[in-house]
């Protein structure tokens, strides 16, 4: 049984390009989240989907970030024209509505 | 709106000693809350959640709906206890969100 699984586990790039960062739920998981966890601020929301519909992007930090989900299954955070600010650890969760969370192991990212 | 406040970034205690980090909510719908846990290069984990009402790892948390709080305690701290805490508040629409985590250091 595969976990959440996030792609790809490191990405550093360049200051202005943009990126797409992936994630796999556990199949059949309804919610999907997004969190940003950067050193001494926490685990930030970003926004977070029931089926394929984002009820909240409330979190999203500028208009640089967006993502999707398709299916009801894979999900895709896309940050355009990254800055520096941008580095941190990216967090995907899925969970059925009342269920537990499960994380995966993150995207590291490096805007140099 | 919701919020979840961790008052304390880290929390330093000798082995065997009680712990206990602090966690309060504002929501005004009926929440669940949860504590998740970070151990050094592991995946952020469920430690407990409200609802169960179990122990879990020797830890227990009760929600207190009239001091809004949900604090995580532990009667004698283990070396292993040593990880990110973070506290989580889940809405009546599914968002789940977290505090600012605490970083517990047990010594032995």
């Known amino acids: 049984g595969a976990g959440v699984s996030q792609s790809p586990s490191n990405k550093v790039t360049e200051k202005g390009k943009d990126v797409e960062l992936r994630c796999d739920p556990i199949?059949?998981?309804?919610?999907l989240y997004w969190y940003r966890q950067s050193l001494g601020q926490g685990l930030e929301f970003l926004i977070y989907f029931q089926g394929n519909s984002a009820p909240d992007k409330s979190g999203l930090p500028s208009d640089r970030f967006s993502a999707e989900r398709t299916g009801g299954s894979v999900s895709t955070l896309t940050i355009q024209r990254t800055q520096q600010e941008d580095s941190a650890v990216y967090l995907c969760?899925?969970?059925?509505?009342?269920?537990?969370?499960?994380f995966g192991q993150g995207t590291r990212l490096t805007v140099v | 709106a919701q919020r979840v406040t961790q008052p304390e970034k880290l929390l330093s205690v000798f082995k065997g000693a009680p712990v206990e980090l602090k966690c309060n909510y504002s929501?005004?719908?009926?929440?669940?809350l949860f504590w998740y846990v970070q151990y050094s290069r592991q995946r952020l984990q469920l430690l407990l959640r409200h609802i169960s009402r179990e122990s879990i790892k020797g830890f227990t948390a009760d929600l207190n709906k009239g001091e809004t709080s949900f604090h995580l305690k532990k009667p004698f701290a283990q070396e292993e206890d040593s990880a990110m805490y973070y506290c989580?508040?889940?809405?009546?629409?599914?968002?789940?969100?977290f505090g600012a985590g605490t970083t517990v250091t047990v010594r032995a």
């Open positions: 969760a899925s969970s059925l509505d009342n269920g537990e969370a499960f």
């Open positions: 199949s059949g998981h309804t919610a």
């Open positions: 989580a508040l889940r809405r009546n629409d599914y968002k789940l969100s």
């Open positions: 929501y005004s719908g009926s929440p669940e």
